[in-house]
């Protein structure tokens, strides 16, 4: 199984909404990603989680909150988003790198999110 | 330091012919190469990668050729076919290092049949 699996596939939610985004993988892997994806542009990373703890995030503002539940798990939790926030949100996982393994990331099909 | 610089921004290509798409990086702490292919409305697919210590790698109808003293690798796709039209990202990393892929712009390739 190399799949990354996300739901829902399409949100539409107003700027006064929580709503969460959620991502599963069962490839054991324990690296996983959220990137935000505009329209011809490529991915573009918000935050990692490494064996279940954030690693990096890339001063992305706090109305979008990363939660990794388990090493399956990881959520995007969204909160008083502004149109310009609605893009194609894609989450990703890898197998923690290594000296002899690179970030060969694997994506999901991503959540089509807009903001009215 | 983090860039990769892809090239070109879109290309088309018959059917059966040879596509290419080239990518330069300036940091030389980058020694892993993955590329991506992504359809319209899906997440990006990992399609092949390279490391540094090998200057060719293929897979199929898609080879990569790197240069380390250039600082440059590509995408070869042979025999190009209509369902190869799609977005192709070049991306670079760095062998246990911090789990940051850097992306290049992409380059949207279209095949003729």
């Known amino acids: 199984d190399t799949e990354v699996t996300q739901t829902p596939k399409h949100l539409v939610m107003g700027m006064t909404n929580k709503k969460s985004l959620k991502c599963e993988q069962h490839?054991?892997?324990?690296?996983m990603y959220w990137y935000k994806q505009k329209a011809k542009k490529p991915p573009e990373l918000m935050f990692v989680?490494?064996?279940?703890?954030?690693?990096i995030n890339e001063s992305v503002p706090s109305r979008f909150s990363p939660e990794c539940p388990n090493s399956s798990l990881l959520n995007l939790h969204l909160h008083a988003l502004q149109p310009e926030d609605s893009a194609l949100y894609l989450c990703?996982?890898?197998?923690?790198?290594?000296?002899?393994?690179?970030?060969?990331?694997?994506f999901g099909q991503g959540t089509r999110l807009t903001v009215v | 330091q983090q860039q990769v610089k892809q090239s070109p921004q879109s290309l088309i290509v018959q059917k059966g012919g040879i596509s290419i798409i080239n990518c330069a990086y300036e940091?030389?702490?980058?020694?892993?190469f993955p590329w991506y292919q992504q359809f319209p409305g899906k997440g990006p697919a990992l399609l092949i990668a390279?490391?540094?210590?090998?200057s060719e790698k293929k897979e199929g109808r898609f080879t990569i050729s790197f240069n380390k003293s250039a600082k440059q690798f590509s995408l070869h796709i042979m025999d190009s076919q209509p369902g190869d039209s799609a977005t192709y990202f070049c991306?670079?990393?760095?062998?246990?290092?911090?789990?940051?892929?850097?992306f290049g712009k992409g380059t949207k390739l279209t095949v003729n049949p």
């Open positions: 390279i490391r540094p210590d090998v």
């Open positions: 490839m054991g892997h324990r690296a």
């Open positions: 990703a996982s890898s197998q923690k790198g290594t000296p002899l393994l690179g970030t060969e990331a694997f």
């Open positions: 989680y490494s064996y279940e703890k954030l690693s």
């Open positions: 940091n030389t702490a980058f020694d892993y």
């Open positions: 991306a670079a990393s760095i062998r246990g290092g911090s789990e940051k892929l850097v």
